[in-house]
């Protein structure tokens, strides 16, 4: 590939979701993307005694265990937001069609949702994780880091296989080193090692975390193909299946369901609002399926 060839890739990139996603989503949101970006506020305001109808994620343990009954934190709404990107870029993100692959579907929502963010002046940081923390961006605006953040997406190295993906290293990573409340997506197939679910428990409480879990439907329900070679992407072993076998079609649909309850459970154990995003789904039309819900949940 020529420098003038990768220099140019974000860019195009770029011109390709400005026509084709956010003049949709600007047409459909009517410019309001308050309920995609904007939780239960950011400044911190005030405390007051608990009410039962209050979300118990902004319960202020420390003030509570002195004051002996609950207490929560009340926050207010600023027009400026900082949004960081938790990036999983391990092995298992290329999976998917040759064209619209996982980490396709990652650049593209990264790409659309910086834009968003940074045309109406606020910030955008990332860190990008395969067996480990590679990089961290630090938050800037502008159209300038935008391009950035997709170009290093584009030229981030091929991860290695060095065995299951570990999730608790990026979201500790993200609250170690996010100081100020900002907003976070973090972003990921959620194929980990387990063990993360408290992490994000505990970056919950600091910031409004946003989970964009991605996903292919053969991970779901595998087609009858006949005998084929699957492999695992996080550490290459290979194994032999006949998919003519119609129990082993049950039984994989019934482990990815599990795989699949287990990890809705920890979103809402969190407080974290999700989105799933499959490969085959328009993004525009999962977006403001996302923004709806989440302003279903404001009211």
Same mark, same amino acid.
């Given at each position: 590939?020529?420098? +003038? +060839?990768?220099?140019?890739?974000?860019?195009?990139?770029?011109?390709?979701?400005?026509?084709?996603?956010?003049?949709?989503?600007?047409?459909?949101?009517?410019?309001?993307?308050?309920?995609?970006?904007?939780?239960?506020?950011?400044?911190?305001? #005030?405390? !007051?005694? &608990?009410?039962?109808?209050?979300?118990?994620?902004?319960?202020?343990?420390?003030?509570?265990?002195?004051? $002996?009954?609950?207490?929560?934190?009340? &926050?207010?709404?600023?027009?400026?937001?900082?949004?960081?990107?938790?990036?999983? *870029?391990?092995?298992?993100? =290329?999976?998917?069609?040759?064209?619209?692959?996982?980490?396709?579907?990652?650049?593209?929502?990264?790409?659309?949702?910086?834009?968003?963010?940074?045309?109406?002046?606020?910030?955008?940081?990332?860190?990008? &994780?395969? $067996?480990?923390? #590679?990089?961290?961006?630090?938050?800037?605006?502008?159209?300038?880091?935008?391009?950035?953040?997709? @170009?290093?997406?584009? /030229?981030?190295?091929?991860?290695?296989? +060095?065995?299951?993906? @570990?999730?608790?290293?990026?979201?500790?990573?993200?609250?170690?080193?996010?100081?100020?409340?900002?907003? %976070?997506?973090?972003?990921? #197939?959620? %194929?980990?090692?387990?063990?993360?679910?408290?992490?994000? @428990? *505990?970056?919950?409480?600091?910031?409004?975390?946003?989970?964009?879990?991605?996903?292919?439907?053969?991970? %779901?329900?595998?087609?009858?193909?006949?005998?084929?070679?699957?492999?695992?992407?996080?550490?290459?072993?290979? *194994?032999?299946?006949?998919? /003519? =076998?119609?129990?082993?079609? !049950?039984?994989?649909?019934?482990?990815?369901?599990?795989?699949?309850?287990?990890? $809705?459970?920890?979103?809402? !154990?969190?407080?974290?609002?999700?989105?799933?995003?499959?490969?085959?789904? $328009? *993004?525009?039309?999962?977006?403001?399926?996302?923004?709806?819900?989440?302003?279903?949940? !404001?009211?």
């Amino acid at each position: 590939m020529s420098t +003038t +060839t990768a220099a140019s890739a974000p860019e195009r990139i770029l011109i390709r979701l400005d026509w084709q996603v956010i003049r949709r989503l600007d047409g459909l949101l009517q410019g309001d993307y308050r309920s995609l970006f904007y939780g239960h506020g950011l400044d911190f305001a #005030d405390l !007051r005694e &608990y009410q039962p109808q209050d979300d118990i994620r902004y319960i202020d343990w420390n003030v509570t265990a002195r004051m $002996d009954t609950p207490y929560v934190r009340q &926050y207010v709404e600023e027009r400026d937001v900082t949004g960081w990107f938790l990036l999983d *870029l391990s092995p298992s993100m =290329d999976f998917g069609a040759l064209q619209n692959q996982k980490r396709s579907v990652l650049v593209d929502f990264v790409t659309t949702v910086s834009r968003l963010l940074t045309r109406h002046g606020n910030n955008v940081g990332a860190v990008f &994780y395969s $067996d480990r923390v #590679d990089k961290m961006i630090p938050a800037r605006g502008g159209r300038i880091q935008v391009l950035r953040i997709v @170009n290093d997406l584009l /030229n981030q190295p091929e991860p290695r296989r +060095t065995g299951p993906t @570990n999730l608790t290293k990026l979201i500790e990573m993200g609250l170690h080193t996010i100081k100020r409340r900002s907003l %976070i997506f973090l972003v990921s #197939d959620f %194929i980990s090692e387990p063990g993360w679910e408290q992490a994000l @428990n *505990l970056l919950s409480r600091k910031h409004e975390v946003l989970a964009v879990r991605l996903w292919d439907p053969r991970e %779901i329900e595998i087609p009858n193909v006949g005998l084929i070679v699957m492999e695992d992407a996080e550490t290459g072993e290979q *194994l032999y299946v006949d998919t /003519n =076998d119609a129990g082993f079609r !049950r039984r994989f649909k019934e482990a990815a369901a599990q795989r699949e309850d287990a990890i $809705d459970t920890a979103f809402k !154990r969190a407080g974290v609002d999700a989105l799933s995003l499959s490969t085959e789904e $328009d *993004l525009v039309k999962a977006i403001v399926r996302f923004a709806t819900l989440r302003k279903r949940r !404001r009211r």
